[in-house]
């Protein structure tokens, strides 16, 4: 039982990437979804979180109107669409799936954002 997140990399100022969260062993349907980011020496942030039907969803202040946060309960999958990256995204990103005291945490992939 396991969510393996994907879809890191270096990428430029300005640039896109998007991140994936595959849940396996179990379904996601019923989990809220969320994904969190820790930059070195800092704590662990929310970054955005998506209902179980995915009709609901939230953002941190710093970036609302550049990410998206999407599921597809069918696929068993989850994403990140990240836009207008800027350098202080830098971070690892993790899913995070919970439902009820149950939780799962991806085991994090890197987004580097740099010239």
């Known amino acids: 039982v396991q969510l393996v997140e994907s879809g890191g990399g270096l990428v430029q100022p300005g640039g896109s990437l998007r991140l994936s969260c595959a849940a396996s062993?179990?379904?996601?349907?019923?989990?809220?979804i969320s994904w969190h980011r820790q930059a070195p020496g800092k704590e662990r942030e929310l970054v955005a979180r998506?209902?179980?039907?995915?009709?609901?969803?939230n953002y941190a202040d710093s970036v609302k109107g550049r990410f998206t946060i999407s599921r597809d309960n069918a696929q068993n999958v989850a994403s990140l669409q990240m836009n207008s990256l800027k350098p202080e995204d830098t971070a690892v990103y993790y899913c995070?799936?919970?439902?009820?005291?149950?939780?799962?945490w991806g085991q994090g992939t890197q987004v580097t954002v740099s010239s």
């Open positions: 995070n799936g919970k439902l009820g005291v149950t939780e799962y």
């Open positions: 998506i209902s179980s039907g995915g009709g609901r969803t």
């Open positions: 062993g179990f379904t996601l349907g019923g989990y809220v």
